[in-house]
C-alpha cells in the first residue's frame, strides 16, 4: 500500500516513481527492483537503505521527499488553498456586511447622518484582523524551485532528527503528512535553544503557510500534528539536557545529509 493507503499493484510496468540504479529499477512504494521483468529482491518499507553488492538505494530518503513535495504543494499552491482564501475572504465580507447593517441601525436609531469614512475604516480594520496577508500564488516554475528547495530542508532536518537524537519513532501514511507538517511550522516560527538557533526561523513560510487551526481542510490530522511537533521538540530537548548534545551539531546546516 502507498503512503495515502491505496492498495498498489507492483510491476516493473507499474505508475509508481522507480529510482533507477545500476542496471535496476527500484519501486519506490513496494520496493521491488526489477531487471528486466524478473525482481531481484526486496526490502521493509521502512528501512533507509537496500543495500546488494554493488549498490546502496536510498529508498527511504526519496519516499519521503515525494511525500513532503506533495505535502508542500497541498498546503501552499494547491486547489484546496485557493478555495480556502477565497472562502475566508467570503466570510469576511460576509462578517463586514453585517458590521455595516448593525452601524446604520445604530445611525437611524440615534438620527445622525451616516458616516461613510467611518464604515469604510472599520471594514478595513476587520479585513486586515482576519486577513493581515495577501495570498499570491506565484507562477509554476517558481513553485517548482520553493517545492525543490523546502523539501530538501525537510529532508536534511529528518535525518538530523533520525541520527543526532533518540527519536526513533516511524510515521507512515497521514502521520507521515503530519509529521512534515509539523517541522514546516517549526519551520515557520523558528527553534532557539540555548540561545543557538537551531531551526532558523524562515520569512517565507511565516507568511505563506496556512493557519494551524485549518489543516483539516488539507487532509492533515490535527492531532497526529499536534503529537509531532511534541515529539521533535521532545526530541532535541533530550538530545541537549539528557544526552548532553551540543546545540551547534543539531543546526541543520551542519549537516549533509550523507
Known sequence: MNHRGEIHVC???????????????????????????????????????????????????????????????RLLFSKKRFKAEKKRLFDVQKDIKKMWVKMKRNYDKTKQHVNVLEMINSAHVLLNRRIPRTFVIPTEDIQKIICKFYTDRINDICLKLKYLTPHSAVYHGSALEAFITAILFIMRQGLRINDVEVISKDHYLASALPEANSLDIYNIQKTHFTNCRNCIQAAIRDALHIHYMSPFLLISSSYNGE
Open 11 to 73: 510491476s516493473d510496468h507499474c505508475d509508481s516513481e522507480k529510482v533507477f540504479s545500476d542496471g535496476f529499477l527500484t519501486c519506490t512504494i513496494s520496493g521491488i527492483r526489477y531487471a528486466k521483468p524478473k525482481y531481484v529482491n526486496t526490502y521493509q518499507a521502512n528501512h533507509e537503505y537496500h543495500r546488494t553488492s554493488s549498490t546502496v538505494v536510498r529508498v527511504h530518503q526519496h519516499h519521503l521527499k515525494n511525500i513532503a513535495h506533495e505535502v508542500l504543494f
